[in-house]
């Protein structure tokens, strides 16, 4: 039985994400900036640290395990799949406006509309309908469009819909974090480039 509601998901949903980017800014900024803790003031008293690879170690298990909880809490919400379904629709969507101005022209009417009768990853298939509704309707199969379209769909998708900061952008900060653990240098890469 599932305890959880809708709302209570979308709010533990959102923690997770807000957790994530946190210790992944802040893991990524002590990698990066090579800083080393060599004793720490809690409450008032200073703690020494003769081991200040340790600091690293408890920086790596955080992040793990704020990482695996955004990935339970997205795969909950269906994150991944809300984006990848919304980058597919704007495919279908420019697939059938190119065949509406292929097929359906104002000055030839003998088409009115186009619809989608099969969608698949691979292609759609639009069913042309007649204006006088005489006769059998054709089909038109669009494939390589399609393909473009949905290669290209990751960019207006994430620049109109809130999917992309919503469910791509903490994975994109966890891996500069993760690259940064593991040694790459992530943001001196990326500063590099400006």
């Known amino acids: 039985m599932d305890t959880f509601d809708q709302s209570d998901k979308r709010d533990f949903f959102r923690r997770q994400r807000r957790n994530l980017i946190g210790v992944s ?35 790596t298990i955080t992040f793990i395990y704020f990482l695996w909880r955004y990935y ?3 795969k ?19 697939s059938r406006a190119y065949v509406t101005r292929a097929h359906v ?3 030839h009417h003998k088409y009115q509309s186009a619809e ?9 298939v639009f069913r042309l309908r007649l204006n006088n509704d005489v006769g059998p309707a054709p ?3 669009v494939r390589e469009r399609f393909w473009v379209y949905q290669i ?7 620049l ?25 240098g992530a943001i001196d890469q990326l500063t590099n480039l400006f």
Do not use: M
Not at 86 to 94: F, I, M, P
Not at 152 to 158: A, D, K, N
């Open 76 to 94: 909950e919400v269906e994150g991944i799949s809300r984006f990848l379904g919304a980058c597919h629709n704007w495919a279908v969507e420019r």
């Open 72 to 74: 339970t809490a997205c």
């Open 160 to 184: 109109n819909t809130s999917h992309f900061t919503e469910y791509v952008l903490p994975y994109l900060v966890a891996l500069i974090a993760g690259a940064e653990l593991l040694g790459i």
């Open 139 to 141: 089909n038109v199969t």
């Open 105 to 107: 022209n104002p000055n």
């Open 25 to 59: 800014i802040v893991t990524a900024f002590y990698e990066a900036a090579d800083l080393k803790f060599p004793e720490i003031n809690l409450l008032g008293n200073r703690i020494e640290i003769d081991n200040p690879e340790i600091v690293t170690t408890a920086i």
């Open 152 to 158: 290209i769909s990751f960019v207006p998708t994430s």
């Open 116 to 124: 989608v009768i099969q969608g698949g990853k691979v292609e759609l």
